[in-house]
């Protein structure tokens, strides 16, 4: 079973920022937290990944709380292009990605 | 560049018959997945390979059957004892287990099979 919890579907306006949020609340110490988003008929894209700080690449933000049990994705300026399903993922060495649901993003113009 | 391939994109195929989906990467990763994924749905493991002549079943197995001969190539043969074979099936690797969690997982753009 997936470890995280997410919402089923948000919106955003079209050049806004998008936060996605994830709880991850029996995450282990040693656990990453890692996001993906699939847009449709596609294979997942990689977006973002963090253990413990805050970590910011040229698509996205994640802020990790500090007792780790939960997560924001931040799409700082959301467009057309970035409307799609979004997956929190907490990853183990050990096992397999456990997929949930994600999160389908929509983005309004 | 270095990347997964999946082919062929789309794949149709008669009810009863036997048919195989080829995954190739050029990672040199070690591990390799089969994910099937049913519209509206996340993705569900079916099969994967941690390392060459060895493999594990996923949550969802049963009427499916892989090799590892080879660390570039996992492909997944969809048997006609699957009851529901029509499905979007995605490959993906990994490098080995003990640095998977600094780097992810890569995956590749999918076949969509279909049974009629």
Same mark, same amino acid.
Request: neutral net charge; hydrophobic residues 30%.
């Given at each position: 079973?997936? /470890?995280?919890?997410?919402?089923?579907?948000?919106?955003?306006?079209?050049?806004?920022? +998008?936060? &996605?949020?994830?709880?991850?609340?029996?995450?282990?110490?040693?656990?990453?937290?890692?996001? #993906?988003?699939?847009?449709?008929?596609?294979?997942?894209?990689?977006?973002?990944?963090? $253990?413990?700080?805050?970590?910011?690449?040229?698509? +996205?933000? &994640?802020?990790?709380?500090?007792? %780790?049990?939960?997560?924001?994705?931040?799409?700082?300026?959301?467009? $057309?292009?970035?409307?799609?399903? #979004?997956?929190?993922?907490? =990853?183990?060495?050990?096992?397999? =990605?456990?997929?949930?649901?994600?999160? %389908?993003?929509? *983005?309004?113009? | 560049?270095?990347?997964?391939?999946?082919?062929?994109?789309?794949?149709? %195929?008669?009810?009863?018959?036997?048919?195989?989906?080829?995954?190739?990467?050029?990672?040199?990763?070690?591990?390799?997945?089969?994910?099937?994924?049913?519209?509206?749905?996340? =993705? %569900?493991?079916?099969?994967?390979?941690?390392?060459?002549?060895?493999?594990? /079943?996923?949550?969802?197995?049963?009427?499916?059957? *892989?090799?590892?001969? /080879? /660390?570039?190539?996992?492909?997944?043969? *969809?048997?006609?004892?699957?009851?529901?074979?029509?499905?979007?099936? $995605?490959?993906?690797?990994?490098?080995?287990?003990?640095?998977?969690? =600094?780097?992810? #997982?890569?995956?590749?753009?999918?076949?969509?099979?279909? *049974?009629?």
């Amino acid at each position: 079973d997936a /470890k995280t919890t997410q919402p089923t579907s948000m919106d955003c306006a079209e050049g806004r920022a +998008a936060n &996605l949020p994830c709880n991850h609340s029996t995450i282990s110490g040693n656990e990453y937290v890692y996001w #993906y988003r699939q847009i449709h008929s596609q294979g997942p894209q990689y977006i973002i990944h963090g $253990l413990k700080n805050n970590e910011t690449n040229e698509m +996205a933000s &994640l802020i990790i709380t500090e007792d %780790r049990k939960s997560s924001t994705l931040i799409l700082p300026h959301a467009t $057309l292009r970035d409307t799609a399903v #979004y997956y929190c993922i907490v =990853l183990s060495g050990n096992t397999p =990605l456990v997929f949930g649901k994600g999160t %389908r993003l929509s *983005v309004i113009a | 560049d270095g990347g997964i391939t999946q082919s062929p994109k789309y794949l149709f %195929r008669k009810e009863g018959q036997n048919v195989t989906l080829s995954c190739e990467q050029n990672l040199n990763h070690d591990a390799m997945y089969w994910y099937r994924q049913d519209p509206g749905q996340g =993705l %569900r493991l079916i099969y994967y390979s941690q390392i060459v002549n060895d493999f594990q /079943k996923g949550d969802i197995a049963e009427g499916y059957s *892989v090799s590892r001969e /080879k /660390k570039e190539s996992f492909p997944l043969t *969809v048997t006609s004892a699957q009851k529901n074979p029509t499905a979007f099936y $995605l490959c993906a690797s990994s490098i080995d287990r003990r640095q998977r969690d =600094l780097y992810g #997982y890569t995956f590749g753009s999918g076949t969509r099979l279909t *049974v009629v």
